[in-house]
């Protein structure tokens, strides 16, 4: 389970950005990584179309852009080559740009609630959260 200080330190560190808005975690070269690219590659191969979407309006059936870490990532993860939350299906989402757009422009408490409610429904237990 996601520990609220890591989280919150994850929101602290995304603030700092270089002069073309590139996060930290982006700047470190993880997904220029082959480890990432096929992952992110075999990930959107099994999950074509927007989970965000379909989770909100089944009807709607849109692709993917991106495959989103619903835990974020901060740079020890990467330095310590955490698999759990750099690589686990459990952590990633495919989202269309709109959706990945919305969820990182939210607070980190509903952010926080999004990734245990996608384990959940990744583990068939329906995506119930408690608040």
Not at 10 to 29: F, H, I, P
Not at 105 to 111: C, L, S, T, V
Request: charge should be positive; hydrophobic fraction near 25%.
């Amino acid at each position: 389970m996601l520990t609220k200080k890591k989280h919150t330190f994850y929101w602290m560190e995304q603030k700092q950005r270089d002069s073309k808005g590139r996060s930290e975690v982006s700047q470190s070269g993880f997904y220029s990584r082959k480890e990432w690219t096929t992952t992110r590659a075999y990930y959107a191969y099994l999950n074509p179309h927007c989970e965000h979407c379909l989770k909100k309006e089944p009807s709607i059936i849109k692709a993917l852009d991106e495959v989103h870490h619903i835990r974020p990532l901060t740079l020890d993860d990467i330095s310590n080559n955490n698999l759990d939350i750099l690589y686990s299906e459990q952590n990633l989402m495919s989202v269309c740009r709109q959706c990945h757009t919305i969820i990182h422009n939210r607070d980190e408490k509903i952010n926080y609630k999004l990734f245990d409610r996608m384990n959940n429904i990744k583990k068939g237990t329906g995506g119930i959260i408690s608040s």
